[in-house]
Structure formats: structure tokens, C-alpha cells
């Protein structure tokens, strides 16, 4: 079945940091891929989105590259802040139209 | 975008009792969702509420535990009926637009059942 897998948190980093979260996935076809992020005491956002493959989705310094070959769409920011502390969310959109997600990872950010 | 306001955020219940979450969008939206997080997990959906019809259930939840209603194109609302310690979630309210990738969620209800 479709399955999502992100590596656990939390991860903790200094501010201006290299951020790395890795996803893979499981999932019959070429699945719209996602990143949600949750910030506390708020819903979930989207924060970016790529529909095929080869596509780089992004948005606010951050972005993830759908990677057909390693079925992976690993978040990367070049320069975490302080604001960026927040738990983030991969998840897939199955052939029925279901958002399939990841168990999350949390993300600290120290000044 | 959607702006999605959920009622209660948060409440306390007794065990064996029942309670009924609202959601409400801030623009017509064609779909509704209801998900279920529980601590330290992800989401998982619940169902798929239906406007004018009975919500489609995923496998392992059933109408008689979660009954959900949506009357219109802009309000759902999910019960959580003779509540369970196991019950205890976040439980949030998803809407997205038939035909997009996009799909909004409200700030979730955090409920703790004793």
C-alpha cells in the first residue's frame, strides 16, 4: 500500500544551520508529494508541493526535489531561523485522492 | 486559500460520553475531511464528509463512533460518541477544492478523554 517514512525527530539546530528532513515513500504510480508544516498552537500549512517527477517544489527558503529513482522527497533549507522551529509533515496524494502522511518531525531552532 | 475555524480547541471529557466538533470554512469548498491524530503519530483520515450524504468512512472507523454531518458547503461537524482514554487526539478539519492538489487544515481539538 502507500506508506510515507520521515526521519525522526526532533532535530535540533543552531540558527542559519544546513536543514536536511529525508522522507521516502511507497505508493503504486507518480503520487503528488507534499510538505505541511505545523507551527505551534496552529493548523497545518503547505508549505510545497511537486506533482512529477523531477519537479522542485518551493517556498520560503525551503525545497525538496521529487526523486522518482529514490522514490524520496527530502526538505532542505539552507539557513534555519528561529521561526522555522515547527513540526514538519511529508505526505503523498494517492490515486484516490487521499493525503497520506508521514509521522512528522519536530524541528528546534536555537539562536 | 480557505480559512478553516474549528470549535472547541480543546476539551476535557468523561469517559463513556459524547462530543461534537464544528469546523467551518471561510469560502465554499467542495471538499471536507476529518482527521485523527493521536500523540506522536501522524494523521490519519477519518472519513470524507459528504455534502447532503452520508460521510465515507476509511477502514476501521464506523459511522456509530464518529458520526459526521455537513449540511452545507462551508460547515461539517464530528462526533466522537461514548468516548474512550483511547479517543484521546487531536482531531482535525481538512477542505480542498475538487480538481486541486491543495487542501487546507483547520488549528485541530485536542481532546483528552479521563
Redesign the interface.
Known sequence: GNS?TQMEGPVTLSEEAFLTINCTYTATGYP?L?W?VQYP??????LL?A?KADDKGSNKGFEATYRKETTSFHLEKGSVQVSDSAVY?CAL?NQGG??I????TELSVKP | SAVISQKPSRDICQRGTSLTIQCQVDSQVTMMFWYRQQPGQSLTLIATANQGSEATYESGFVIDKFPISRPNLTFSTLTVSNMSPEDSSIYLCSAGQGGTDTQYFGPGTRLTVL
Not at chain 1, 41 to 46: D, F, M
Not at chain 1, 101 to 104: C, E
Open positions: 510515507v503528488s507534499f505541511y498552537g496552529e493548523g497545518l500549512q503547505l508541493k506533482t509533515f496524494r487521499k493525503l502522511f508521514g509521522q512528522g
